[in-house]
């Protein structure tokens, strides 16, 4: 039977002296320097331990000052809060006061207007029977009551169109709305006109289409919508010119424009001058006037359903203005 050999140790120690003695010494170098680098491993380990403490020292510091910071933060924001509610607080009364005042200085205008509107009525009602007498009156006087009662009938114009307005800001006006032939009634509108056209040597030139062309409108505002532009246009149109009248029905959408040939309105202009008491200081230019008539168009225009708009090349040879507006025709509505 073999003999069994049983290893006791990994490590053969040597059977001399000077063997064993090398072999401590390795062992103690070997000690050494597993030492070193426990204690060196060490120092690293303390300097990081330091370091974190002192970062984790910083970051508590910035903590606490983020935390002082917030808390002024939230203080101003809560003063500044309560400025603005107080501030939104007060413009809320003070809007509150200027739509009473405004309010207030309608009211007193639709009075003041309207109270002048019936002895106006009664001055025009004198003038026309004075001014149908010409057997009576020597020509100058019988020049100067025609006059007096065409600038009395400018003004009735213009208190009835301030009427008008008033009565559409504050949504008191009913149109009375039919079946109209807007072709009729521009005819019948540039015939009327044709006599005023002589003291400038002016002509019309009128563009119908062929058939019938028929909105839904209340016929009175309609024809004063017309009448203002077609005076309008003949009032700044230069002398020995064309008022051109084009009525359109493309696309089933009646459309009106009235032109002439004077001066430019600059493009700035052409949403400014629809504004009510609107004035432009600009000489030889299409914006001067009362500030009533293009305002009360557009409004009257708009409570159609339709549009106003104007147009006017800067940059050709045929220049001037042509004011245009739409209707919502019998078929559409």
Known sequence: MPEVQTETSERE?????????????????????????????????????????????????LNVELQKFNLELEAKVQARTLELEASKHALEEHAQKLQEL?????????????????????????????????????????????????????????????????????????????QVDLKNLVGECTRTMEKTLGRKNLRFS?????????????????????????????????????ICVTLNFANNVPTLGVANHGDPIPREYHEKIFELFTRVNAKDTQLSGTGLGLAFCKLAVEAHGGSLWVTSPLDTEDQGACFSFTLPSVSAA
């Open 13 to 61: 120690f040597p059977a001399d002296l000077e063997g064993m003695r090398s072999l401590v010494k390795k062992c103690r170098a070997r000690e050494r320097q597993l030492k070193f680098e426990i204690e060196s491993r060490q120092e690293e380990n303390d300097g990081v331990i330091a370091d974190n403490l002192k970062q984790n020292e910083e970051l508590r510091a």
């Open 102 to 178: 405004g309010v207030a200085k309608e009211a007193l205008m639709h009075m003041i207007v309207h109270d002048m509107k019936n002895p106006l009525t009664v001055v025009l009602g004198t003038l026309g029977l004075f001014k149908n007498q010409t057997h009576n009156l020597e020509s100058e006087l019988h020049g100067m009551l025609i006059n007096s009662f065409g600038q009395a009938q400018k003004l009735l114009s213009m208190i009835e169109e301030i009427l008008f307005i008033s009565r559409m800001q504050t949504k008191e006006f009913q149109l009375k709305p039919r």
């Open 206 to 242: 009128v563009s119908l289409p062929p058939g019938p062309c028929l909105v839904m409108a209340d016929p009175d505002m309609v024809e004063r919508v017309v009448n203002n532009l077609l005076n309008n246009s003949i009032k700044y149109a230069p002398g020995e010119s064309e």
